[in-house]
């Protein structure tokens, strides 16, 4: 663990997806928070008026630093429309 991970245990911070409807988009989504060991507090999916999938994912004791290159990672996935995160 680095210095970096080293956060407030309580801080929560959220993970918005907006993506294509799409049966692997969750698991893409998770794909790198398994990567690096890191289980979500929660993860809820939703399916659109609009057909999109809109996906949000929250994590703890994460750095804002890590949670922005995860960000990264699936913003520049095929299906992924937007992909930002937020504190809670």
């Known amino acids: 663990m680095t210095v970096e991970d080293c956060t407030e245990p309580f801080k929560l911070l959220r993970l918005r997806v907006s993506a294509e409807a799409d049966p692997s988009v969750v698991a893409r989504l998770l794909g790198p928070f398994q990567n690096l060991n890191i289980i979500p507090r929660r993860l809820v999916a939703e399916f659109s008026t609009t057909g999109l999938l809109h996906v949000l994912v929250d ?6 630093a890590r949670l922005s290159l995860i960000t990264a990672k699936i ?3 095929v299906p992924v429309i937007n992909a ?4 809670v």
């Open 59 to 64: 994590v703890s004791g994460v750095s804002e």
């Open 75 to 77: 913003a520049e996935s």
């Open 84 to 87: 930002y995160w937020h504190f």
